[in-house]
């Protein structure tokens, strides 16, 4: 099989979003159909299938991976061919599933509504309903110009509708062996309980592979149980940065001290729940350029993860303002020292090359134009300052004529 541009997830996975689309991927925003069984066999779905055979890119939804690749890192097609076990649960999953139409669901990804009580500086309304009066606000302003592009005409603060959902896909998913849960924030209501209470009726939840993501600050140990029937329920906590740099990233008045005590506590269930995992996840970027090592040293201790494999640091791959290339070449090269001493320390963490290989890309000019008025703009909305949250990345990019 030539295995230039194939990946597996359009051919094993359901993927829904709360704006009443599916697309091929957790990584695509290229919308495929509605939400309906007819959407996973279209034509749309078998040509993607069968241009992805053929080794051909189809670079309108797969631009994501296919700008991780050409820059030298590894893209989430890639670890998904990599891991087939830890990401699909199954093996063989080449040869037995290739088919254009009919073939078996092991994975699927839910989305189940764009509600979330934060507004991160990298995430925006399609993610998050808080992001709306903000965007609104930068899009009148004229700070979007030539940046996101791609919200314009987006439908707001959507959700999944659970029945008709099992409706569509419940013969479907007979065989599931992992699920991915996503936001807007999974906790904010009531969907993530009904809908493992009504997926009991259509496969054996105790085989199943549970990872949510989740900010945590709408759980507790006791919202968690219900859940834990699954056979693994991985709880990943979006963090990003520590200290006074987690608020100001994050965009809500929740501080890192708070989000420490509520790991901590479910963290705590792993004695009773050993099929309980916690770990932490955060988006490599501009703003948090200098925050790593710091973060990895209170990660590894929270998680009891002493080697740092439960340490998730992906390289942000949008909006491109943010990525941290476009970042004061000093703080890069004094990042990059910084990388090399926790690749010495955590040999088995899979993400530092990548972010390494990030860092030696060139600047952009014209992202680095637009990081300036975005992130000058939203300050001003938000009544934050770069200067406080982060003053030395404010001091270098000041330096420049950046800020």
């Avoid at 994501?64 to 891991?83: M, V, Y």
């Avoid at 309304?125 to 992001?131: Q, R």
């Avoid at 006074?244 to 890192?256: H, S, V």
């Avoid at 476009?326 to 088995?348: H, Q, W």
Wanted: aromatic share 10%; glycine share 4%.
């Amino acid at each position: 099989m030539d295995k230039t541009a194939y990946c597996p997830m359009p051919f094993v996975t359901l993927t829904v979003n709360p704006t009443g689309v599916m697309t091929r991927c957790m990584m695509s925003m290229k919308p495929m159909g509605p939400i309906a069984k007819s959407t996973y066999e279209n034509e749309d779905f078998q040509t993607l299938r069968k241009n992805m055979l053929n080794g051909v890119w189809d670079l309108s939804g797969c631009e994501s991976c296919k700008r991780a690749e050409d820059d030298g890192r590894k893209s989430q097609r890639t670890k998904w061919l990599d891991r087939e076990e830890k990401y699909l649960g199954t093996t063989g999953i080449y040869e037995q599933n290739t088919d254009l139409v009919s073939n078996e669901v092991h994975h699927l990804y839910m989305n189940f509504n764009s509600i979330c009580n934060f507004k991160c500086r990298m995430c925006g309304p399609h993610y998050s309903n808080a992001w709306i009066p903000d965007h609104n606000k930068l899009a009148e302003s004229g700070a979007t110009k030539n940046t996101r592009p791609w919200i314009q005409d987006t439908k707001f603060k959507q959700q999944i509708d659970v029945d008709k959902f099992f409706v569509e896909f419940g013969s479907m998913l007979s065989n599931l062996k992992q699920i991915w849960i996503t936001g807007g924030e999974p906790f904010m209501d009531n969907s993530i309980y009904k809908f493992f209470e009504k997926l009991e009726d259509y496969c054996d939840v105790s085989k199943l592979k549970v990872l949510i993501n989740t900010n945590a600050t709408k759980i507790s140990p006791e919202k968690l149980k219900p859940l834990l029937k699954v056979k693994i329920l991985n709880i990943n906590v979006s963090v990003d940065a520590t200290g006074k740099l987690f608020p100001y990233m994050r965009g809500y008045n929740y501080t890192f001290k708070k989000l420490d005590k509520k790991i901590k506590s479910i963290c705590a269930l792993k004695d009773e729940h050993p099929n309980l995992k916690v770990n932490v996840n955060a988006a490599y970027q501009i703003f948090n350029i200098l925050d790593i090592e710091d973060f990895f040293t209170w990660a590894t201790k929270i998680t009891d993860n002493l080697d740092g494999t439960q340490v998730e640091y992906r390289t942000l791959s949008g909006p491109p303002f943010l990525r941290a290339r476009n970042a004061p070449n000093k703080l890069k090269d004094e990042a990059i020292v910084m990388l090399n001493r926790l690749k010495n320390r955590y040999p088995k963490n899979s993400y530092l090359d990548d972010i390494i290989k990030e860092l030696n890309q060139p600047q952009v000019e014209v992202d680095r134009e637009n990081f300036a008025r975005w992130n000058s703009k939203l300050d001003e909305l938000r009544d934050e300052k770069l200067k406080d949250a982060n003053p030395r990345l404010w001091s270098w990019l000041n330096r420049e004529g950046v800020v």
